[in-house]
């Protein structure tokens, strides 16, 4: 071949657009899917019993669409990269389009089509934006087919080809079968319910057959030009890479790519955008052969083959399919022929991946090669089109009906078998469709607010797309690659899965609702952007001078004179100075943010529109859903707050430069940071120190899924089809909602959506309830700040002695229970956005704390509550997290602390774990893998209890149960080879925070029906109370203090454990006396030398605080050093003469600045008990006219209490050994 860099340039540019539409085509397909188990509910007009299966398998071809989408952004990237290196500008543009027709490749010829006809000459590929059916998916079959491939015809009835396709689809029910019964340790039983499984999966319901309608199709010729492939596989091996190994012998690659690879490995920016990089995992071996291609620069021609080599994995998963294919199966049936553990090969499968994963050796071949094979973009849509055209047959087998529904099996059970019956054609009242129907074009047109939503959406989210590739474009451009640093790190971050997330997905995923013109979709000329605003126009004549080397120059001189004219307007003088191209920059920026910014003004006023005009003619489960996602749309506007943050190293809690802090000098608003008041955050006061653990629902899709998903998708968490209430005859279906529930009980806010899974008597049950309270005094000052030890961050609170400590049951038999309120209609979430407010572990909002009585048949009792500040004198209305701004939030401190380890819990928390965890969690070396044994073990065995005899005469109902239950299992059995190891990984992880709640407070009930209040009055005589008064919250004392951990998370159950300390002031009010008391515990044996150390008049425990004593005397001084009055005084010894065990003594009135205290105590050792128990006990007196005074007085006298029992313990474990003493 003659040297052709123009030509090699020009099949890069084909690969390119070539990735770019398969990305756009597979991911719309994604969108289009049906996603929330009442969508499967009917199909026609009747009841659909298959609902559970279709919601499930459904769920999955999206996250195979997602995955093969994801992985398309990767061979984007690795083009651009390859163009790059030869000193090319970026390429996102896409190809010619054609109404109706999707995008052409005049250089690109399959040899079938759709059809499985052989095509002719001028036929063309297509590729079109389409819902997924079975033409789509037959389509993408043959995008990601080899020649050869298509040689073989895998569309034709009865060819191998269409016979070993059917294999696969067989093999991977069998995989997932036995993934559901991993812990089925019997084979004569896993036979058994793999066979009931499998006729429940089959059972079919009745379908309507029609006649197949022809299609017509016109096709318009176009002049092939340079080069012409039939396949992906032949555009990179045969016509890329030999013209790179020239390029690199021709001295054509000019750049090595080592800075961008650096930069997007880098944690703080790209990596934490999820920029898609790849590898993907497949298998260790591939993970090691594929993980320089980032690492290492493009030095040579071996990286680009490496690079080639990794694209056609991903896609049809090496040459020779159908013989990589055949290979697997003869693996596995081999691994049948010798089984102990049942089926058919299929249980090693799963055990052999199991092993590898955890093992450190190199994967073996033939599990490499299987895995290659079956996580390839090909195959994945191979097992799409086997399902759905089950589903399209009603579910039932090849040419089989509801009366012999199981009898047809071949000698290898043929689950999927159908080629020798006729494909049906179904009529709409029973034809499956996987994809969401449309808002018909007729209600469209009758409703005012519809009509412009659909009218206007495609131009909205094309003003979207423009942004993305704009950004994209900036991150592999040459020309300016250092000065644009700081602003292309900032794109890094927020151009791949944050903007995926929050715009792109939840758009496409709008449109499916509505009968939206297709054709309109990933348009950017300025024809299909908004006409008002006009920033999306402005934004594409700037990304025009980087896509167009030959622009007219009056184009480019306008389009520099309006960024000049915007770099002006910022007032730096500095960055007038730039080059005109960082100008350039500067105004692609400003404007790409007022684009999202608009888009979400667009959305908010969306919401308005679709609230009052759209309840007549949507649907209730279709109006949640889009209401989500205008929602997630309406969030847009925050990319523009955290761009300008970013760019000057902002990010989460990761403050910015001090140039930005400086600009924002209202920064600290909303701080409610512990160490924030100079004076001390507590002075000289009692308060309360509650406690409480349990189990938060944490009812939200988890990352990569964007937080409008309702069911989890390609995250961790999943919703199931019976995850539904049942009140009467009417059933509440369940979702996520992105809310973190605590409290089911609380009648001040009510939830009607909630996911309560059933675990078992012994599994986790919602709620976070009191487990001990404490009064405790400051001993001075007491503060709260952050402490790093062993490098883990958690809040350290410091200046507290303990009074008195009461657990739980002790003070009423009533569940004492603390619960995050909602703020109007907005329940408390994670905000995080997808990595755009917050990095993982992310501040709550809206932060309602409130503690209450729970009371069985009448209203609770409202003890406690308090909110986040969110509004100053000069803010109109309160603010949530998303109004303030990232620099506002960041000095909040209500983002998380740091990460622990669940050892980490302390022993009061555990007293609330449930059962199963107690059990568990204790067995160090085993746990986590051994609570999800557990928990499958408990599922599995419900499973059985579900299945009935004979299994066809199930109800839908059964069917969700069975379905959910089941998948249930499968995730818990096989947390090691699931795509995410959260699983395992969030079962061993907490989440500190800590932070104070310093805003208004809320009407509680009196002292008297407080019950914490009256039980410490019972044990003291001492009456405390809330201080309702509190004016600043900068001042000592009236600010509340929250430490608090979120972890061990429990994906089955949605549950995570909970465990918080909260700090409340308290005021004393005292007209007489209150008695403390301090009792410390010893062994039976030492009874003597307890009574002889502790209960001698004239050798108190704590000798050395006063002046000397002689032996027998009636009367010690305490010193002045010793004592928190400010002065010494004498005590006398009173009461009946002392005994061996026992004295009783007292004080003169102590004058405190106003007041008085007087001290009556006692010491008394227990006889013939064990433990021996060793108690001081002291009655203070407190008088005075001053309320204050008084006041003041009892804090000092309850410090001197809490400090001397302090250090008495501290002497009796020196004196009798820290194991020989409980306090």
Not at 176 to 198: C, G, I, M, R
Not at 227 to 243: A, E, H, Q, T
Not at 573 to 596: C, G, S
Not at 1027 to 1053: C, F, H
């Amino acid at each position: 071949m003659r040297p052709n860099k123009a030509l090699l340039v020009k099949l890069l540019r084909i690969a390119a657009q070539l990735e770019h539409c398969l990305l756009n085509a597979y991911l719309y397909a994604a969108c289009s899917l049906k996603s929330m188990p009442e969508e499967f509910e009917e199909i026609g007009d009747e009841s659909n019993s298959r609902r559970a299966i279709q919601f499930e398998r459904v769920r999955s071809w999206k996250a195979s669409l997602l995955a093969a989408s994801k992985e398309e952004m990767v061979h984007i990237h690795y083009v651009q990269c390859l163009l790059r290196a030869l000193g090319e500008p970026p390429c996102f543009e896409l190809p010619q389009r054609k109404e109706g027709e999707g995008w052409l490749f005049p250089n690109w010829q399959t040899m079938i089509d759709s059809e499985g006809e052989v095509t002719e000459e001028g036929d063309y590929v297509k590729v079109p934006i389409n819902t997924l059916d079975e033409d789509t998916i037959k389509e993408f079959i043959l995008y990601e087919s080899s020649d050869l491939l298509q040689i073989e015809n895998p569309f034709e009835d009865g060819s191998e080809l269409k016979e070993v396709f059917g294999d696969l689809a067989d093999f991977e029910f069998d995989l997932h079968l036995a993934s559901v019964l991993k812990h089925v340790d019997d084979p004569a039983q896993y036979e058994t319910l793999k066979e009931q499984l499998e006729d429940i999966y089959s059972h079919p319901i009745t379908v309507q057959v029609t006649a197949s309608r022809d299609e017509e199709e016109e096709e318009e010729e176009l002049q092939k030009k340079y080069v012409r492939f039939k396949s992906i596989g032949d555009l990179y091996w045969k016509g890329i890479l030999p013209l790179y190994e020239q390029a690199f012998e021709l001295g054509w690659v000019k750049y090595d790519n080592l800075n961008l690879n650096n930069e997007l490995l880098d944690e703080n920016y790209a990596g934490a955008g999820l920029l898609p990089v790849g590898p993907f995992y497949r298998d260790k071996n591939f993970e090691k052969s594929v993980d320089e291609n980032l690492k290492d620069p493009l030095r040579n021609y071996k990286d680009v083959r490496d690079i080639v080599r990794e694209i056609l994995i991903e896609g049809e998963g090496f040459a020779n399919f159908r013989f990589r294919a055949k290979a697997l199966l003869a693996k596995v049936e081999e691994l049948g022929q010798g089984t102990t553990l049942g089926g058919e090969g299929e249980r090693e499968y799963v055990e052999a991946l199991i092993e590898d994963k955890n093992s450190q050796e190199p994967t073996p071949d033939w599990l490499a090669n299987g895995q290659r094979l079956r996580l390839s973009h090909l195959y994945r849509f191979i097992i799409i089109w086997e399902e759905l055209e089950q589903e399209q047959r009603g579910g039932s087998l090849s040419g089989e009906t509801s009366a012999n529904a199981g009898v047809a099996k071949r000698q290898k059970r043929r689950f999927w078998q159908k080629w020798n019956a006729p494909k049906p054609k179904l009529t709409s009242g029973s034809n499956f469709e996987p994809a969401r129907q449309p808002i018909s074009q007729e209600d469209v047109n009758s409703n005012l607010g519809l009509n412009k939503l659909t009218e206007e959406l495609p131009a909205q989210f094309n003003a979207c797309y423009l942004v993305l590739l704009a950004w994209l474009s900036r991150m592999y451009e040459i020309r300016d690659w250092q000065a644009d640093k700081p602003r292309r790190q900032a794109i890094q971050m927020l151009a791949s899965w944050p903007l995926m997330s929050m715009a792109i997905r939840p758009f496409l995923e709008l449109a499916s609702f509505f009968p939206v013109d297709l054709n309109k979709l990933y348009r950017i000329e300025p024809d299909y952007l908004p006409y008002l605003p006009p920033n999306a126009r402005l934004l594409y004549e700037v990304y025009e001078q980087y896509i167009t080397q030959d622009n007219q120059q009056s184009r480019k001189t306008n389009c520099l004179q309006a960024a000049k004219e915007v770099v002006r307007g910022l007032g730096n003088p500095a960055l007038e100075k730039l080059p005109d191209l960082d100008q350039l920059n500067l105004y692609m920026d400003y404007l790409a943010v007022r684009v999202l910014s608009d888009a979400a003004e667009w959305a908010s006023e969306m919401i308005g529109v679709f609230d009052t005009a759209a309840e007549d003619v949507v649907r209730p489960n279709y109006q949640k859903m889009l209401l989500a996602r205008l929602q997630e749309l309406s969030y847009l506007g925050e990319f523009q707050k955290q761009f300008r943050f970013r760019v000057q190293g902002g990010y989460s809690n990761q403050l910015p430069d001090l140039t930005y802090e400086n600009l924002h000098p209202n920064k600290e608003d909303y701080e409610e940071k512990p160490e924030y008041i100079p004076e001390g955050l507590y002075q000289d006061t009692l308060a309360l120190r509650l406690r409480f653990s349990g189990y938060g629902l944490v009812q939200m899709a988890t990352d990569p899924d964007p937080t409008a998903d309702e069911v989890g998708c390609t995250g961790t968490h999943m919703l199931h089809a019976n995850d539904y209430s049942e009140n009467g005859q009417e059933k509440t279906y369940q979702y996520f909602d992105h809310a973190l529930i605590w409290q089911d009980n609380d009648d001040k806010d009510p939830i009607e959506n909630i996911i309560c899974r059933d675990t078992g008597e012994e599994g986790p049950k919602l709620g976070i309830n009191l487990t001990e309270v404490s009064l405790v005094v400051t001993d001075g000052i007491a503060q709260a700040g952050i402490q790093e030890k062993r490098d883990v961050e958690d809040l350290n609170v410091e200046g507290f002695l303990e009074l008195l400590t009461v657990k739980a049951e002790n003070i009423t038999s009533n569940d004492i229970c603390l619960n995050l309120r909602k703020k109007g209609e907005t329940a408390p979430f994670l905000n995080g956005l997808n990595h755009i407010v917050w990095r993982d572990g992310e501040p709550i909002d809206p932060f309602i704390l409130a503690v209450y009585q729970h009371q069985q048949d009448e209203d609770n009792i409202e003890l406690f509550q308090r909110e986040i500040f969110n509004q100053t004198p000069k803010d109109a209305q309160e603010k949530t997290l998303l109004d303030m701004s990232p620099l506002q939030r960041t000095v909040s401190s209500r983002g998380p602390i740091g990460f622990d380890t669940y050892i980490k819990i302390p022993n009061w928390a555990r007293e609330n774990f449930s059962q199963e965890m107690k059990q568990e969690i204790g067995k160090l070396l085993a746990y986590p893998m051994s609570f999800l044994d557990n928990r499958a073990n408990n599922l599995l065995e419900k499973l059985k209890q579900q299945i009935p005899q004979p299994v066809n005469s199930l109800n839908r109902e059964q069917v969700d149960t069975i379905v959910s239950l089941g998948e249930r299992t499968r995730l818990v059995s096989i947390p090691t080879i699931l795509p995410h190891t959260t699983t395992i990984g969030w079962l061993t992880t907490l989440l500190h925070y800590g932070h104070t709640v310093s805003g208004k407070l809320g009407e509680v009930a009196g002292g008297e029906q407080n019950p914490i209040f009256t039980k410490i009055q019972g044990e003291t005589d001492l009456q405390l109370s809330q201080d309702n008064s509190i004016e600043d919250r900068n001042q000592p004392n009236n600010r509340w203090l929250a430490k608090y951990t979120k972890g061990v998370m429990d994906t089955d159950s949605l549950l995570d454990f909970v465990y918080f300390e909260l700090y409340i002031p308290v005021k004393p009010n005292i007209d007489g006396s209150f008695t403390f008391t301090k009792e410390w515990t010893f062994t039976a044996d030492i009874q003597e030398a307890v009574k002889k150390y502790g209960c001698d008049f004239s050798k108190p425990i704590l000798e050395s605080s006063y002046e000397t004593i002689e032996t027998g005397a009636k009367e010690r001084t305490r010193k002045e050093s010793d004592s928190v009055f400010g002065k010494g005084f004498p005590e006398t010894l009173s009461g009946s003469p002392e005994q061996p065990g026992s004295y009783e003594y007292s004080s003169d009135a102590i004058n405190v600045d106003g007041a008085s205290v007087k001290i009556a105590g006692n010491f008394g050792c227990t006889e013939g008990e064990d433990p021996v128990k060793l108690t001081w006990t002291a009655t203070f007196t407190v008088k005075g006219d001053n309320e204050d005074a008084k006041s003041y007085a009892i804090v000092l006298a309850a410090n001197f209490f809490a400090k001397d029992a302090q250090d008495m313990t501290i002497k009796l474990k020196n004196h009798f050994g820290p194991n020989n003493v409980n306090s």
